[in-house]
């Protein structure tokens, strides 16, 4: 079974500044997607950017860019510029490519943006 | 387009009741599934359903218990409730057929148990 672990249960950055949050998983598969979703305080789970694993280069949605290392299984996620409005939780993602299969979600990393 | 909508948004229910929940999918979404979140355990997949059928299943016991509607429409159940059941019950929504989309989330069923 797939497993997805972040080692950050808290971390902080100050206002503007850049903030990398870690991610790693387990499994024996060769296909699968990776994401990075937000939970801010009270509000829905949003998508905040996804990772094919046959794509070798890095997924990158503005200010949001990730580090995907495959042979070492970390999906890290670099939030560049943080805004107040980047506070939130942040969980890792894996799901196989293969038809049928659910999400595995890590604990989750709550992040403060200090003004 | 109208996002993931959950039902009720909150409620408190006692030991030993039962409680419906019930999620309507973004507008041509044919799978749901369900999660449930706690401070402890985090996000733990319960089960999810794709047209009509349930296609996973997680380690969750009998007590709870879902189905979905020829409308994608999907609902959620748990009998005899117990204290540890107090969660945020969270209801995603995908296209779920081909390759893996995104997951979009509802805001969620905040449930106390007392």
């Known amino acids: 079974a797939q497993t997805v672990t972040q080692s950050q249960p808290e971390m902080s950055v100050q206002e503007a500044e850049t903030v990398t949050l870690s991610c790693t998983y387990d499994?024996?598969?060769?296909?699968?997607?990776l994401f990075w979703y937000k939970q801010p305080p009270s509000r829905q789970m949003i998508l905040v950017i996804r990772?094919?694993?046959?794509?070798?280069q890095n997924a990158t949605e503005n200010r949001f860019s990730v580090n995907f290392q495959k042979a070492a299984k970390s999906f890290s996620l670099k939030i560049s510029d943080s805004q107040l409005g980047d506070a939130a939780m942040y969980f890792c993602a894996y799901r196989s490519r293969y038809y049928g299969q659910n999400f595995v979600f890590g604990p989750g990393t709550r992040l403060s943006v200090l003004p | 387009k109208a996002g993931v909508t959950q039902t009720p948004r909150y409620l408190i229910k006692t030991r030993g009741q039962q409680v419906t929940l019930s999620c309507s999918p973004i507008?041509?979404?044919?799978?749901v599934s369900w999660y449930q979140q706690t401070p402890g355990q985090g996000l733990q997949f319960l089960f999810e359903y794709f047209s009509e059928t349930q296609r996973n299943k997680g380690n969750f016991p009998g007590r709870f218990s879902g189905r979905q509607f020829s409308n994608s429409r999907s609902e959620m159940n748990v009998s005899t409730l117990e204290l540890g059941d107090s969660a945020l019950y969270l209801c995603?929504?995908?296209?779920?057929?081909?390759?893996?989309?995104?997951?979009?989330f509802g805001e969620g069923s905040r449930l106390t148990v007392l």
């Open positions: 499994t024996s598969e060769s296909d699968y997607y």
């Open positions: 990772q094919e694993a046959y794509k070798q």
């Open positions: 995603a929504s995908s296209l779920g057929q081909g390759i893996a989309g995104e997951l979009f």
């Open positions: 507008s041509g979404h044919r799978s």
